[in-house]
């Protein structure tokens, strides 16, 4: 855009719509880039699962088989298996 129609359009917008400048700015960008004035839900960055869904599978397929395993067993059974070393209340939130 122009600078002479940007000029404009900062006339128009802001005082119609009680918005500062900056937001005008904004979401003429937003609609550019994404075709909506707001830009779509990100993720936020967090920390990577230490129990993946195939590790969580093989949990339950375990626990199917032995039912009456502790929970120290089934750390055990990880670090064995997939060289992983989770506390207890990991596995128990994963459960």
Known sequence: MEVG???SLLRHC???FACSSRSVKAI???IRAF???KAPFTALASRPRAITPVISDALKELLLENPDRHLDE???FL???FE???SNSTISRAL
């Open 28 to 30: 003429r960008s937003n």
């Open 84 to 86: 992983l070393a989770v």
């Open 35 to 37: 075709g909506t004035p």
């Open 5 to 7: 129609a940007e000029e």
């Open 79 to 81: 670090q064995d298996e």
């Open 74 to 76: 089934l750390a055990a």
């Open 14 to 16: 802001v005082p119609r």
